[in-house]
């Protein structure tokens, strides 16, 4: 079975930091790029965070670029978000995701997301 | 990076009842959206991908058309299931979201 699950998520203050893990199983983990997603409360989603396949290429949203960083550990099927001086704004779900082969493909596989919650 | 705005933000029918969801891109993205269902309480599930293309497992009632710069999700009856909030997306932008909700 394809799946993903998240850990990482907690309470956490203003300008601390935390690092989100998302781990894989069930497909070829190296094969394919990934990315993190976040919710807020009450709010849509929002893309935030994205890696290719081996590791090469990243991308982060403006909101969170210089303060959150994506890796990932292929031998470990695990994908990382490295959060960093965290706002009352990145109070969120984050979600994992799989992205789908080509441009138009979506995201195919999502975990059921880590609870990120900064607050003094 | 394209913005993707979804209309109606909010939209009440009934079970049985045809759904029409649209997104437009501010510019073209030629073929390549695609679309989600959320429930409350859960991850966003992939429904449509290159824009008219069913994911695995999605039921035929689910479809989607359209390219360049606008695209529609039709539920061509609604099943008491349907009732969730649906997002567009290309590349790094999802829409706002449209909440499909009982009449």
């Known amino acids: 079975e394809v799946q993903l699950v998240e850990s990482g998520g907690g309470l956490v203050q203003p300008g601390g930091s935390l690092r989100l893990s998302c781990a894989a199983s069930g497909f070829t983990f190296s094969s394919y790029a990934m990315s993190w997603v976040r919710q807020a409360p009450g709010k849509g989603l929002e893309w935030v965070s994205f890696i290719s396949g081996r590791g090469i290429s990243t991308d982060h949203a403006d909101s969170v670029k210089g303060r959150f960083i994506i890796s990932r550990d292929n031998s470990k099927n695990t994908l990382y978000l490295q959060v960093n001086s965290l706002r009352a704004e990145d109070t969120a779900v984050y979600y994992c995701?799989?992205?789908?082969?080509?441009?138009?493909?979506?995201?195919?596989?999502w975990g059921k997301g880590t609870t990120v919650t900064v607050s003094s | 990076e394209s913005v993707l705005t979804q209309s109606p933000a909010t939209l009440s029918l009934s079970p049985g009842e045809r759904a029409t969801l649209s997104c437009r891109a501010s510019q073209s993205v030629s073929s390549y959206l695609a679309w989600y269902q959320q429930k409350p309480g859960q991850a966003p599930r992939l429904l449509i991908y290159?824009?008219?293309n069913r994911a695995t497992g999605i039921p035929a009632r689910f479809s989607g058309s359209g390219s360049g710069t606008d695209f529609t999700l039709t539920i061509s009856s609604l099943e008491p299931e349907d009732f969730a909030v649906y997002y567009c997306q290309q590349g790094r932008t999802f829409g706002g979201g449209t909440k499909v909700e009982i009449k």
């Open positions: 290159d824009a008219s």
């Open positions: 995701a799989k992205e789908g082969l080509g441009s138009g493909r979506g995201m195919d596989v």
